[in-house]
């Protein structure tokens, strides 16, 4: 569940100057707290694009590990709980189990239900649906996405290799 958080200094106010108090219930019932997973994933996207590029693979999963679990700890209203299923309605990052061999070494590649994660060694993050629609691209410290890694690497694993 959700903890409205209350500013000191508001509650303050409040208490002193009772007038304030029904404005200021009105105001924190209008709040929206009640995030569709939709909506969660968009402002997951729109905060970590803001966040300066990532210099490596593993500063980039980070990223975007850690806006996911901020975001989805204020507005999923269910506690972080990675064992299990994970289908209690809240968005888990990428777990190891779930990497999969990428044929370009540069970069990582994760397999979730209804997406696939890169992340460049350069600190690029790239989320693509299964059916190829790209959802979020970020450049890395180098300014090149996941697209212009693979584009530029002649370093793809051979097919003998695992």
Known sequence: M?????DP?????VKDHPQYKIEYNKLVSEIKLDFSKYERLALVFRV?????PANS???AKLQLDTTL???EDGFSKVNFAPSGTMDDGRMYPAQEDYRRRSEY???ATYEHRSHYSYFGDNGS???TSREGKVLFDKVGADNCTIGELRERSSSKFS???S
Do not use: F
């Not at 959700?2 to 209350?6: D, L, T």
């Not at 970590?48 to 300066?52: I, K, P």
């Open 159 to 161: 097919s003998g290799d």
């Open 48 to 52: 970590c694009q803001d966040l300066a």
């Open 69 to 71: 679990n901020v975001v």
């Open 9 to 13: 200094d508001v509650e303050k106010l």
């Open 125 to 127: 993050i790239n989320v």
């Open 57 to 59: 693979m593993i500063q």
């Open 2 to 6: 959700v903890k409205k958080e209350v």
């Open 105 to 107: 070494e540069q970069i």
